[in-house]
């Protein structure tokens, strides 16, 4: 069915309060534009100058607050899970948003693919008291969205059928440690069922599934305790940003830290009615069944163990003697999964551009939703149709980008990176000639600190993104804000000071861009108290009094978002920061020659490698940064050279073989671990771990010679623009 919005809502959605005001000033700012001749940011005269400050404006000016909470309101009335009919219909929704818009080029790009959908879904206690689970969670009179029948079971996606009777043992967050103390403490988990906490310390769901499967247990029931998301951090909902003690976290365990994407259907697109290996011989699908459960169902199973008390650092914050096992404990787990094969759909559109349409510059979100999606994707997808609305009204207004920028609405995230996966692989070839950058924004914003992961070529840009936009409740900007907020893990080093940009790893959509085919690329949010993850909680009411009352940092981020994609799509010379990319290779090989080679006799090599990367790409800085302009006799043949070199050389990181053990990561200085805790130097770090000198080598060798490619890509630019 093809969603039509009625009558009243397509009133109230284009009429909303701020619509008129902000029509005049965007017609003002055309006026105003066309006047001083400032319509391109890419007319062949400005072969070497680019007016992105203008562009900027014209483009602030559209962008709405209220529009976006409109959006968000109608994208999270109806839960909308990949492959449901109302899912769909929001594709088509997107699809016919954007082409009123006026993005060119829009339509569907729909995949086959392997999802995962749970018919019945049982777990009881039977001694030494029989207690039912409820499974399910808790509606209030305040928010009616709560009292939907049509919410679902909340399950773990690629979970197994099975029926399993068996006792319990408490294994902490279920990481190999926690079993390895178990066992230590003489307790058999071999056969047991594990219930275990989602965080502290956090590692991806379909880790602890993994290694649940790996060490022997049956089956897995995972839970959200108080301590990490609930009442032990603050007000719960419906009164406040915490997950009431019946809040489900929902989500996929497929092990895709070997590969993301549809499980059947490895390195190569889920076109219909292609190859797929049969699920059985698929390695990313968990043999072992899992349910995650809320809190509230976890009560009673831990008040059923009787044996030694867990550790302190075990202990969460139900009122319970928390304990290793039970002697008297049994349960019983029956779960009925379906793997259907289903149809997804992404959502492409672009705004092309003038003068260099085949360099791309990609932007994108994911649309399915474990339930409603509040923040979690539809704050994200509500900020990607605003950036799109507002580059077509600037287009409208005559203001065309350079090269070309494309939006991605993207589908079936949640199972396994789906739709982003499966259509990268599809156009593999294309995006490693033509893909300049990849900008992410999967949620938009659940409070008010602006949180990046980043290759290190871009932070120079989102720096000074930061330093152009104001934080919306202090009137400061998002940089001043930034630097006084929760401190990141990463120190680039930026000349004006302590900024930190923590470098990027995998767990979301950038994952075939960067890891696969190595596009630089980054993925932002907003961030702030949120314990409603992927849970029913996570919704309208959630997003409108606690995650981004009236969405003015979600607007904030879409200015961002556009601030960005101007000047990558409308300088000149791409802005792509190599020196800070050398330096930050530099700083990551000395924290790893920390830990695995003090004396610094293997690394010797390629630190001097880097040492040229960085003194090659220095000449280039005061150019890519926007503090010198390009002298005038530069050729366009010679600019166009530059610009495809440049493109070229985070693909130099990449090694088609792919990191050992997992060919599918190609990147060999951003990778993920299994935990998807970020993995810098995947290759080098793994060999040094396993005490694999070979590997050590193997590594090195090929960092070496992708160093000396970049190098050299570097030096042609220099002469190209003649810099030297
Ligand atoms: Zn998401």
Redesign the pocket.
Known sequence: MIFRMSKLSVVRFFLSRTFPKKLILSLFLTAFAVQLGLISCSKSQDRIHADVSSYKKAVDAVISPDIIDDTLKYLTSIPHVAASARNNELAEFVRNEWQKFGVEDVHLVPYDVLLSFPENIHVELLSPKKHKLNLREKSYEKDPHTKRTDVGIPYNAYSRSGDVTAPLVYANSGNPQDYDYLENHGIDIRGKIALVRYSAPYSYRGFKAYTAEKRGLAALLIFSDPKDDGYARGPVFPEGPWGPLSHIQRGGIPYDFIYPGDPLTPEWASTPGCRRIPIEESPIIPKIISVPISAEDALPLLESLDGEEAPESWRGALSVKYRLQGTKNKVHMAVNMRDPIERIYNVLGSIKGSENPDEVILVGN?RDAWVFGGH??SS?TACLLELARAFAEAKKAGWKPRRTVMFANWDA??FTLTGSTEWGEDNRDWLERNLVAYINV??SACGKNFSVQSVPCLSPLIIQTMKEVNDPTTNQTVFDCWLKGPSERGTIGISSGSGKIDPIGSG?DHAVFLNHIGAPSMNMTFSGDYGVYHSMYDNYYWMSHFGDPRMLYTATLAKMWAHMIIELACNPLIPLDYEIYAQELKRYLKEWEEIHDPTKVKSEKLNALLSDMEKAASFLTPYVSGQKELAGHISAENLRKANRLLIGIERDFTDPEGIPKRKWYKHLVFGARFTYDDLLYPSLTESAEEGNSEGIQRALLLLESSVKKATSKLEQIVEALDVR
């Open positions: 994911h979690d994707p994200g995230e949640e999967d949620s979301t």
